[in-house]
């Protein structure tokens, strides 16, 4: 999680960045978040001085001389805020916005925020202008536009099971294989038809085989073809078709809480034992564990029975424990 804020209010937070962030990372829920948000601002305002500043003539002239030479058809809204500077939304074809803020304008560069999956560094000289900055995130654009085709590729012909709802900066896809069988894979923005990382979500008897096909076949990865394709040749599989099969054939829920969403994470451990099949949370399963008076530990792995068939399964300690703190 990030915190995103005007700009008046980032002058006011700047000294108390690390404490937020400590805060934002230690706190149990939200609504816990925001009712420490609120403290450190209430500190923040009294010693803080009066940031309001009259503007110039001059700062305004240009400003919209500039945003006049880049064409008033280009934003999406604009408005005048309190402390006297102008924020503007701009549109594009690729799905894409850029979102400026003036503060400074044009001694410094204004602030930008993108949805890219990767940084968006302005390069800004005291001579330059608003075009200046717009032609620069068209040719980022155009840069991304072969990183959203593949990533297109794959939500319009796979079965997504995370993100849910993908920002156009998210550069990993959860496909469904098969019911309780999914792989992650992490595509590179800069180099987006190269083989990505890949993870292996299921019970050990079904994603092993695939493993072994990515290890044995991945020196038959061709750039030249669509990443999906290439997926498909690579595991020797056929992805579920979006026009055959439905999401809920890929998204049973956990074995022991009974939902399927728990704080944002889906069922993502599933047991080994091929008559059962049974997908679980991680954190629910490690508390399952834990709780079972059988269950015992060596090293980074816990041994327990299964809450459906009561298999004895290893699980890892080290994943399911980082997971825990985080929801804790």
């Known amino acids: 999680s990030r915190i995103e804020c005007s700009w008046h209010l980032k002058k006011i937070l700047h000294g108390y960045q690390h404490i937020l962030k400590q805060r934002l990372h230690s706190c149990p829920d939200l609504v816990s978040f925001l009712v420490e948000l609120k403290t450190v601002m209430e500190i923040a305002l009294k010693n803080t001085p009066e940031l309001h500043i009259a503007r110039p003539p001059e ?3 240009c400003l919209v001389r500039d945003l006049e030479i880049l064409g008033w058809n280009k934003y999406v809204f604009y408005y005048l805020n309190r402390v006297d500077f102008l924020e503007y939304l701009l549109k594009s074809k690729e799905k894409n916005c850029i979102f400026f803020s003036f ?8 602030d930008c925020l993108v949805d890219f999956p990767v940084q968006f560094a302005v390069s800004w000289m005291p001579q330059n202008s608003l075009i200046d900055i717009y032609n620069q995130f068209l040719a980022a654009l155009e840069s991304l536009k072969e990183f959203w085709a593949v990533m297109d590729e794959i939500d319009g012909n796979t079965w997504v099971l995370e993100p849910e709802n993908p920002t156009r900066s998210a550069t990993t896809r959860r496909i469904a294989i098969g019911s309780n069988v999914s792989v992650n894979v992490e595509v ?7 083989l990505p990382e890949c993870y292996f979500l299921g019970a050990d008897h079904v994603v092993n085989p695939l493993r072994t096909k990515l290890n044995n076949n991945m020196h038959l990865w061709d750039p030249e ?4 394709q290439n997926l498909k040749d690579i595991l020797e599989v056929d992805f579920p078709s979006r ?9 049973k829920d956990c074995g022991i809480c009974y939902a399927y969403r728990l704080d944002g ?3 993502d451990h599933v047991c080994d034992e091929p008559r059962c099949g049974q997908p679980f949370h991680q954190a629910c399963l490690y508390e399952w564990l834990q709780g ?5 530990q060596s090293f980074n792995v816990i041994f327990g029975e299964c809450p459906y068939c009561n298999k004895v399964r290893k699980y890892n300690v080290n994943v399911v424990v980082a997971s825990t703190k985080e929801k804790s």
Not at 103 to 110: A, I, V
Not at 188 to 194: E, F, G, L, N, V
Not at 292 to 296: A, G, H, I, Y
């Open 188 to 194: 590179d923005p800069r180099h987006p038809t190269m």
């Open 225 to 228: 073809i669509s990443l999906l």
């Open 265 to 267: 994470a889906i069922p």
């Open 59 to 61: 700062y305004y002239s």
């Open 243 to 251: 026009a055959v099969l439905e999401k809920s054939d890929f998204t």
């Open 292 to 296: 079972l008076p059988s269950s015992r």
């Open 103 to 110: 503060p400074q304008y044009p001694t410094e560069p204004p």
